[in-house]
């Protein structure tokens, strides 16, 4: 599918529902018209007019796509094909050009707007200046309907984006030596992802390290990035890479030191689990809560429930986690096409614990795994 279908498919969706929609550059923009997003960053980066950057759509009339000179320069978004572009300057008034487009759409102070979830609160500030009698919804969940369900074409720059990772993974194994800590483990993760051809890691890539001598530690990653790893120890990896703009998600257990049987027996349970979470992926014949329940019945008859802490996995693609998810509170039915994470872990804190992840499309006789190495617990002497 065009972009230029995209955007008339939307439009057709918004017509009856809102006068006006408005996205930023985000991944609901990047579906619509292939404008891409650059490399976040930690700290906000603003630039003048800021708040009115991003593509502006009406039923009926050609969507126009604004952006600050800097952006547009900088950003190298000044040439965007399919849209007209209009700069804004470093001394101009945001307000007016919107004022302007606003004219253009023939809209009135009572406006129905779809902002996209990803708009900021000083852009929904302005625009309820501009716009004092205007009503505002959700133009993200009027997307949502197209994003969920992906086409060939989509699965197939996704199996790139997971031939990316393992081949990262492969290589970072290479490297792996008893003793080494976490922060240089997580680096040499981020850099074959992008020697491999990413853009870079989908999401901030994570260690969840386990063992007797071993704290397992959240959101201090400062405090945990500087611990030297040495049996026993789980290490259990999650990361991905960015292709085309989609977003991997991945997961394996490496042990440091040779695993005991208990270590071995909750490994192999994992693997059972997320087994019976793809088979239970059969297009129109489940509930997303009916699949998580299929993976955690394996770990709960072991005797491990509690230890399963988690959802089993969550729709992907242009963002790393996208509805639906694969959790007890879901009861949406999933459709050939759709992308999940199959991702059960068993986390005992003071033991051992051991994870799996892999990107799977939904198929009408079960769900087809776009990752499908390393599934034997890769131990590290």
Not at 92 to 100: E, F, G, H, M, T
Not at 182 to 207: K, M, N, W, Y
Not at 367 to 381: D, K, M, N, R
Request: proline share 5%; with cysteine.
């Amino acid at each position: 599918m065009s972009y230029e279908e995209r955007l008339q498919r939307f439009a057709g969706l918004l017509a009856g529902q809102a006068d006006l929609a408005f996205f930023p550059i985000s991944a609901d923009l990047q579906y619509l018209a292939g404008i891409p997003r650059d490399i976040p960053n930690f700290g906000a980066v603003m630039h003048p007019g800021a708040w009115a950057e991003g593509l502006w759509i009406a039923p009926g009339r050609p969507p126009v796509f604004t952006l600050p000179r800097m952006t547009a320069e900088f950003g190298g978004l000044g040439g965007i094909a399919g849209v007209e572009v209009m700069v804004l300057g470093d001394f101009d008034d945001p307000a007016a050009l919107v004022r302007q487009i606003a004219g253009r759409f023939g809209l009135t102070a009572r406006a129905r707007i779809a902002i996209s979830d990803r708009t900021l609160g000083e852009t929904v500030a302005a625009l309820h200046r501009l716009f004092p009698e205007a009503t505002f919804s959700s133009a993200t969940a009027v997307l949502r309907s197209l994003r969920a369900v992906k086409t060939e074409a989509e699965i197939a720059k996704m199996r790139e984006a997971g031939a990316i990772t393992e081949a990262a993974f492969t290589d970072v194994l290479a490297q792996l030596r008893i003793g080494m800590t976490e922060l240089e483990i997580i680096t040499e993760v981020d850099f074959q992802l992008r020697r491999h051809g990413a853009l870079g890691p989908s999401f901030t890539t994570s260690l969840y390290n386990v063992g007797p001598n071993h704290e397992l530690i959240f959101g201090q990653r400062e405090k945990a990035w500087h611990r030297e790893l040495y049996p026993p120890v789980s290490i259990l990896f999650d990361f991905g890479a960015v292709h085309d703009g989609f977003c991997y998600d991945y997961g394996r257990t490496v042990a440091f030191g040779a695993p005991d049987a208990a270590f071995q027996r909750v490994y192999d349970l994992v693997m059972q689990s997320q087994a019976a979470g793809i088979a239970a992926l059969k297009a129109g014949q489940a509930t997303a809560a009916q699949v998580d329940a299929a993976a955690r019945q394996v770990i709960a008859d072991a005797g491990y429930g509690a230890e399963f802490r988690h959802r089993l996995g969550h729709g992907i693609g242009l963002d790393v986690h996208e509805p639906p998810f694969l959790t007890a509170s879901d009861e949406t039915v999933i459709q050939e096409g759709m992308l999940f994470t199959v991702e059960p872990s068993i986390l005992i804190y003071g033991q051992c614990s051991a994870r799996v992840e892999d990107v799977v499309a939904v198929r009408p006789g079960g769900g087809e795994p776009l990752t499908a190495g390393f599934q034997s617990l890769i131990v590290i002497e």
